[in-house]
């Protein structure tokens, strides 16, 4: 590689009483130009000077391609001229002259590097292998549904960050599981408890007989229904437009929310059968906790 200032490139030629031996692409023949031949690539004000067979390696790429780099091209300076960061332009001829190796110099910034990255389109995996090397982390990717309809159901219930009404929706179900938790922290209080409960006393036998109001009738347990009603629908959803059943299940988030929904459903056919029993507490308590753990889930 050779590197000349903008001032110097012409005298530098004429010193040595041959500047016919310096041949520039014409555009031409820049289809069918020979692979020997040179090609200077000014980049604001400094002159690179590499041979067309190295750009050429990467024809997909900003610079190998004849066509994309003809638009920059200069044809009174028989150059190619680019208004970009010049520090970061030694490690992207590097790039092709090494045959794909990327470095980036201690003295451009990351994103400023990135962006030249994007500019001369080299690609994704040079992307990849950048960053890769600057240490961030590899994103996961994320398997979507083939159908269209069941891509936008998912990315709406699965991923806030897709969308303003994806965020909307992460919005309420935070807020419907702090009300499901506010609900059942109300519900253990000795005070509101007393006050669902009832006493009469039969003189007969001297004895006193307590009883419960009727639990459907309970303001707790109609919010809680209501509560359940939006898991249980978030839940069926995320279930028909997931991309795999059995990634559904295996994730240990999903099988959270299952489980957080069964305790009411168990309360519920215990108390439409009138079976009294002593567990429905510990039944609330699971209940509960599981909620707090799907509130820390991010969103």
């Not at 390696?57 to 610079?63: A, R, S, V, Y």
């Not at 500019?119 to 992307?127: I, K, Q, S, V, W």
């Amino acid at each position: 590689m050779t590197v000349m200032s903008g001032e110097n490139v012409e005298e530098a030629s004429a010193a040595q009483g041959h500047p016919q031996d310096i041949s520039y692409p014409r555009p031409a023949d820049h289809d069918d130009h020979d692979c020997c031949e040179r090609v200077v690539i000014n980049i604001s004000g400094l002159r690179f000077e590499t041979q067309l067979k190295t750009l050429a390696q990467f024809p997909n790429t900003l610079l190998g391609n004849p066509k994309k780099r003809m638009r920059y091209f200069d044809p009174l300076r028989n150059e190619y001229f680019f208004d970009r960061n010049r520090p970061s332009f030694d490690a992207i001829l590097y790039y092709y002259q090494s045959g794909g190796r990327l470095r980036r110099p201690v003295n451009v910034p990351l994103d400023m590097f990135s962006e030249e990255i994007k500019f001369y389109e080299l690609g994704e995996e040079a992307m990849e292998k950048f960053r890769e090397d600057e240490g961030f982390i590899k994103e996961e990717e994320r398997p979507l549904p083939e159908k269209e309809y069941q891509r936008q159901v998912w990315l709406l219930f699965e991923y806030p960050e897709s969308s303003g009404p994806a965020r909307v929706i992460a919005i309420v179900s935070v807020m419907v599981i702090l009300i499901s938790i506010v609900i059942f922290c109300l519900e253990t209080l000795p005070e509101l408890k007393e006050e669902r409960e009832f006493s009469t006393f039969q003189p007969s036998d001297n004895t006193t007989i307590y009883y419960k109001s009727n639990i459907f009738t309970d303001p707790f347990f109609i919010v809680e229904t209501l509560c359940i009603i939006w898991f249980s629908f978030e839940l069926v959803v995320r279930f028909f437009a997931c991309p795999s059943k059995t990634d559904f299940f295996k994730n240990i988030m999903n099988f959270i929310d299952i489980v957080a929904i069964i305790p009411y459903f168990i309360t519920l056919g215990t108390e439409m059968a009138e079976q009294e029993g002593n567990q429905k507490g510990e039944q609330a308590t699971s209940l509960a906790i599981l909620r707090v753990i799907r509130l820390i889930t991010p969103y």
